[in-house]
Every structure is written in C-alpha cells, then in structure tokens.
C-alpha cells in the first residue's frame, strides 16, 4: 500500500498468553517486514493490566527492541493506565522502569 508510511504491531504477549520469546520474535518480524517494503516499523509494549511480578521483564524488552533496529516504541498506556479499570498492578513501579529504559537510549 503506497500510502502507508509505517508498519506497526502491539505483541503484548501477557494479553495473548504467549511468552516473552513470541514478542521478540514478532517484533523481528515487524521490523523485517516493514523493511523490505521501504516502510518504517514501529512497536508497543504493554502497560495496562499487567501482573504483578513482570513489569522489569516489560521493561527490558525496550532494549532488545532498540537492538532489532525499532524506528519507534511506544507504551499503552501513559503512567501504566494508573487509576483506571485497565491499570497494571503495580503502575508505579511500571512505570518507573520503563521511563528508566528510555532514558538509557538517549
């Protein structure tokens, strides 16, 4: 589709009940795909309703998408949906890790 500039994907393996794995390679896929289209890829990580115990494996997944060569990453949603009826289970601490990570790719 000459019109689309970007090709995008949301592998939010915990919504899914995949594994960590399957989001990286998704991920790879994403990047591949878009690539040999001439189009820029982009990725989203899961922010919302997320358990307890696996926000730094969310987190680290920030740098290994940086290395597959992402042109953008975002996460749904702002502050880990704090306050709302989608919220992580630990927002907080969610979110202090994922804005970490960010801060290490500038």
């Known amino acids: 589709m000459p019109t689309v500039d970007m090709f995008s994907t949301d ?3 915990h ?3 995949k594994t960590r794995d399957w989001a990286l390679d998704i991920a790879q896929r994403t990047i591949s795909i878009a690539r ?3 189009k820029k890829n982009q990725l989203w990580l899961q922010m919302f309703r997320l358990p307890r115990g696996k926000e730094e494996e969310v987190a680290t997944l920030i740098p290994e998408y940086e290395n597959t060569g992402v ?3 975002f996460g749904w949603s702002y502050l880990a949906n704090k306050g709302t009826n989608i919220s992580s289970d630990n927002p907080d601490l969610l979110w202090k890790l994922v804005t970490s990570q960010y ?3 500038e």
Do not use: K
């Open 36 to 38: 040999t289209h001439g």
């Open 71 to 73: 042109d953008s990453l």
């Open 11 to 13: 592998p939010y393996y």
């Open 103 to 105: 801060r290490l790719l």
């Open 15 to 17: 919504v899914f009940g």
